[in-house]
């Protein structure tokens, strides 16, 4: 069984960083996509970030772009969220979702989420 883990959320002011990281765990599995979503209070879930496991190519929502970084450790099969000049909109519980190809379809697994706040 394939398990995502993210950590690394916490309180910071505006205009800090945070980085989070998620680890992805199990046996004999490969990765299609690995990628950030985020839900603030009273709103849906929202797309981040995400990278394309095989070429490394990366991208971005909007709101996000030139501030936040994807990167990975490919052996460890982990990735991290860099988030720079936070904003308190950027409040929210950051989810890591995890895209496996099973034969013909696209598993996706999330993890537990993992919370930021930013302080205005």
């Known amino acids: 069984q394939v398990q995502v883990v993210e950590s690394g959320g916490g309180l910071v002011q505006a205009g800090g960083s945070l980085r989070l990281s998620c680890a992805a765990n199990g046996r004999a599995f490969s990765i299609t996509t690995m990628g950030w979503f985020r839900q603030a209070p009273g709103k849906e879930r929202e797309f981040v970030a995400t990278m394309t496991w095989s070429s490394g190519s990366t991208s971005y929502a909007d709101s996000v772009k030139g501030r936040f970084t994807i990167s990975r450790d490919s052996v460890k099969r982990t990735m991290f969220l860099q988030m720079n000049s936070l904003k308190p909109e950027d409040t929210a519980v950051y989810y890591c979702?995890?895209?496996?190809?099973?034969?013909?379809?696209?598993?996706?697994?999330w993890g537990q989420g993992t919370q930021v706040t930013v302080s205005s």
């Open positions: 979702n995890l895209e496996v190809p099973r034969g013909a379809v696209q598993q996706s697994i």
